[in-house]
């Protein structure tokens, strides 16, 4: 058996909270403790570790320099604790407190409001953190456990992560309002397209990726330019740039403000597949159909706010 340790996390708050106040009595207030005693824990600590960590002086407490590190240490020390008890807290209840949510740019800005929404109203306990990032970088921070879960398309390359669907999103034409394509009602056959100008997000964007999979038989034109963003994108569509394809979750905010025309694409409509993923074995696999139970319809709502 390895010999106890000489030391408590109760010692590393008081010297916490002693290098955070500069003063003894404050610091004991901050803990909750009566000052002999916490002044006769912090001595007993540097007794047992043979370093002085404070100076006691007129002008107040100073951190030695010898102590320095060791308080760093200490809120390492602490901030492990809390997440050693916050695991533990999660497995009990994964929808109480934080949970670290990725969501990718695409999804972001036009689902990330009614979800964060939905979650407040059905579990108020729950805390979501969230992450924006691109597919690849969010599934990594799945696999190595910085992230919990995360809303992704599941026409991307998830590995082995888990999910469930939380909808599907449809792809329609978005044109400048001038354009030939801009006439009619009815849907746009995909044929319709050979010899337009594609515009597309840059590389490391699913989307791009699932646009040119969409397209792929239309014999388009890509354009060497490429969006950073989905406002980028329609502002050029709208400036006669060219043509895009847009998801439908993205409608209701991009074409309020600029001036392009969006049509429907004729069956079969490519589509995009909105899905909450969770790294395989993770404590979330339990909870996560009351999750996408609450998420789903979150997705739904937006796809019918679309005009």
């Known amino acids: ?47 047992a570790l043979g370093v002085r960590i404070f100076d006691r002086g007129r002008r107040g407490v100073v951190v030695t320099p010898a102590g320095e590190p060791l308080v760093a240490r200490a809120r390492a020390i602490l901030t492990a604790a809390e997440s050693l008890v916050e695991e533990a807290r999660r497995h009990q209840d994964p929808l109480a407190g934080t949970l670290r949510l990725g969501i990718i740019p695409t999804f972001a800005p036009y689902l990330l409001p009614e979800m964060a929404a939905r979650l407040r109203r059905a579990f108020p306990a729950l805390l979501p953190q969230w992450t924006e990032a691109h597919t690849p970088t969010l599934v ?41 394509l801009a006439r ?22 699913c989307l791009r990726d699932q646009a040119l999979s969409a397209c792929a038989n239309a014999r388009v034109e890509e354009l060497g330019y490429r969006a950073t963003s989905l406002p980028t994108l329609v502002q050029m569509v709208a400036s006669g ?67």
């Open 1 to 47: 058996m390895p010999s106890p340790l000489p030391l408590s996390l109760r010692q590393l708050q008081y010297v916490v909270a002693v290098a955070d106040t500069r003063h003894f009595r404050r610091a004991a207030e901050l803990c909750a403790v009566a000052q002999p005693a916490l002044s006769t824990q912090i001595a007993a600590l540097e007794e």
């Open 140 to 180: 990594a921070d799945l696999q190595e456990g910085r992230l919990d879960a995360a809303l992704l398309a599941l026409e991307a390359d998830l590995e082995d992560l888990e999910w469930l669907p939380l909808g599907e999103d449809p792809f329609l034409l978005a044109v400048p309002r001038a354009h030939p």
């Open 184 to 205: 009619g009602r009815a849907p746009v056959g995909l044929d319709r397209l050979e010899g337009e100008r594609l515009l597309l997000l840059e590389d490391g964007h």
């Open 241 to 307: 740039m060219g043509i895009t394809l847009l998801p439908r979750t993205a409608v209701a905010t991009e074409v309020g403000r600029a001036p392009v025309r969006v049509r429907p694409l004729a069956a079969p409509v490519p589509f995009r597949t909105v899905v909450l993923a969770w790294r395989r074995g993770s404590f979330l696999k339990a909870a996560a159909p009351a999750l996408a139970e609450v998420l789903g319809p979150g997705v739904a709502a937006v796809l019918e706010g679309a005009p």
